[in-house]
């Protein structure tokens, strides 16, 4: 170790050691605590943890595989993990991993990476492209990934160090082993993001028993290279998909009083769903309603026996989100019947769960804030309006308090950055340092922070000292 490491080291280790001690929470001053999110970042920085990210994410990337057969990937990350000395549960929910980095006591808190690509054909000509074709990690899941494994580095040598270091520090020792202080990151690599709700079958899994508090980052191009952006409440809609077929009877196009037309009736149902945003829905409560498909007919002379429709509806509160469905239910029956037609309406085929609303906690945004803060500086905290796409992380945040934000790609330097699930997609590698120091920071000080009073060491500390 090279000495300004062993200084730096050191710091780090003042900065851990929990003097004075509080009821609740390990009293570090607030200098202190705003220098933990700027050392991880200096750490993610340095070129063994940089490149190492870099090159793990460059390997995803020419390796992309789609839900729920991120086989491939999962071994890879186990891989690491075992390289590092990081106990895991595997398999959970099919490919589903998860890590824990700690005292294994409480409290718990974990961070969340997705593993899942699309199926789509990469149109960026770079060394290291998609080597599948019609598959791409066009939503930088493979960037989420590197990320989450470049924290647990962080936090696992930090551990390592730590564990050394109080070989000659009997306190520690006691700190960490005898009164399980300090805590638990618990890390998750979840399947099936894109659409098939991987996030559900982890938590149907017990991921979160225990835990108290979850964050989870998605990469954006929309904001510059060295920000973030979030918002307390609503962030992402809920969102359901609903198909529908639309019978009548068929016949000669020049005989219509002999057929019952599903044509006619579906585009009646088709204009009868746009009332449910534009006069039954509050103006400032946002909703979609959107038709994505129609199948009909094959013939310019054959009024056709059915029609299949279907789309997509989305809303920002769990309340609003029913109603729609409902309405949508009825508005396609009844709108049918009008036409004499019959209509029968499924929902979430394949067996897809509905996407719950992504609700941030609001005491987790100040502790976002707080720590984003530190390391970025206030000014690049940015101010996020909602969005009506869907994150099934919205799932861990209705079990428990979660917080999810975006980390900004951007840079003009390197030219455009193209948006999430374009074939053009780049991801801007100098921002993988920000995401893992941002997880790291996260989990660090929400241990530091909420320590339980259970096993304070409230006075003890010192008297044995
Ligand atoms: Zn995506
Ligand atoms: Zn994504």
Redesign the pocket.
């Known amino acids: 170790m090279a000495f300004s490491e062993l200084v730096s080291f050191f710091f780090t280790m003042y900065l851990l050691l929990p003097t004075p001690i509080s009821s609740n929470n390990i009293s570090l001053s607030p200098e202190e605590l705003a220098q933990i999110p700027v050392n991880f970042l200096d750490l993610a920085k340095k070129p063994d943890v940089f490149d190492w990210m870099v090159g793990i994410r460059r390997k995803l990337h020419e390796n992309p595989e789609l839900s729920f057969e991120e086989f491939e990937t999962s071994k890879l990350i186990r891989a690491e993990l075992d390289q590092m000395g990081i106990p895991y549960t595997y398999p959970i929910a099919v490919t589903g991993i998860v890590g824990y980095i700690g005292t294994g006591g409480p409290p718990f808190v974990a961070l969340r990476a997705d593993m899942d690509a699309?199926a789509m054909q990469e149109l960026v000509e770079w060394e290291h492209k998609s080597k599948v074709p019609g598959k791409m990690h066009?939503?930088?899941?493979d960037a989420h990934i590197a990320m989450l494994l470049g924290a647990a580095k962080m936090l696992q040598e930090l551990r390592h160090k730590l564990l050394v270091f109080s070989f000659f520090l009997f306190c520690f020792i006691k700190l960490i082993c005898v009164h399980g202080q300090i805590g638990t990151v618990v890390l998750l690599f979840q399947p099936a993001?894109?659409g098939w709700g991987g996030a559900k079958k982890m938590l149907d899994a017990g991921v979160l028993k225990n835990v108290e508090a979850i964050f989870g980052l998605h990469v954006s191009p929309a904001y510059p290279i060295g920000t973030v952006a979030s918002r307390p409440g609503p962030l992402t809609a809920g969102s359901g998909r609903f198909a529908a077929v639309i019978s009548g009877k068929g016949g000669h196009a020049a005989i219509p009083q002999q057929t019952i037309d599903p044509i006619l009736a579906a585009s009646n149902v088709i204009v009868s769903l746009q009332h449910l945003v534009s006069r039954e829905a509050d103006p400032l409560d946002s909703q979609v309603v959107t038709v994505t498909k129609f199948q009909g007919g094959g013939s310019f002379n054959v009024i056709p026996d059915s029609v299949s429709i279907g789309g997509t509806f989305r809303a920002l509160s769990k309340e609003s989100f029913a109603q729609l469905r409902q309405r949508i239910e009825e508005v396609i029956t009844m709108q049918a019947r009008v036409q004499r037609c019959n209509a029968t309406v499924t929902f979430n085929e394949n067996g897809k769960p509905f996407y719950p609303v992504l609700v941030n906690n609001k005491d987790l945004h100040e502790h976002f804030r707080k720590v984003a803060g530190d390391m970025l500086g206030f000014q690049n905290l940015k101010v996020m309006l909602p969005l009506m796409g869907a994150?099934d992380f919205s799932f861990y945040a209705e079990a428990i308090p979660g917080y999810f934000f975006c980390l900004g790609l951007d840079d003009k330097t390197k030219g455009t950055f193209e948006l999430?699930?374009s074939p053009l997609f780049r991801i801007n590698e100098d921002a993988l340092p920000y995401g893992a120091a941002l997880h790291a920071s996260l989990a660090m000080r929400y241990l530091l922070e909420n320590q339980p009073e259970s096993t304070s060491l409230k006075g003890s500390f010192h008297d044995e000292l």
Do not use: F, M
């Not at 066009?138 to 899941?141: E, L, V």
């Open positions: 699309l066009a939503c930088g899941h993001e894109e994150e999430e699930h």
